[in-house]
Nanobody, 117 residues
Framework: QVQLVESGGGLVQPGGSLRLSCAAS????????VAWFRQAPEKEREYVGW???????YYTDAMKGRVTISRDNARNTVLLQMSSLKPEDTAVYYC???????????WGQGTQVTVSS
């Protein structure tokens, strides 16, 4: 079992940067792949990207080139570094975890990111 807690959200101006953190409990966190999702008001939840247990990353086209996902298994933490933020990036950002071959069964509570001047 893994429990996830996101932090780092807030208000940022267009063009700004923000780093979100996903802190996990559980001694086997290193076995899990971790994804970042986001959900804007009245829109479907969508992937931002994910990172495998050994650090391979994948990013969706919407944010490719503007985000970096990294992980520190010793600290049970996954980071989402975002830059060149746009108003359309405004959403609640969630991290989720899954063992290889499994669904995203573990979710955090989300953190709000608002991009506005």
């Amino acid at each position: 079992q893994v429990q996830l807690v996101e932090s780092g959200g807030g208000l940022v101006q267009p063009g700004g940067s923000l780093r979100l953190s996903c802190a996990a409990s559980g001694r086997t966190f290193g076995d899990y792949r971790v994804a970042w999702f986001r959900q804007a008001p009245e829109k479907e939840r969508e992937y931002v990207g994910w990172i495998t247990w050994n650090g391979v990353t994948y990013y969706t086209d919407a944010m490719k080139g503007r985000v970096t996902i990294s992980r520190d298994n010793a600290r049970n933490t996954v980071l989402l570094q975002m830059s060149s933020l746009k108003p359309e990036d405004t959403a609640v950002y969630y991290c989720a975890a899954a063992l290889p071959g499994s669904d995203w069964n573990y979710w955090g509570q989300g953190t709000q990111v608002t991009v506005s001047s």
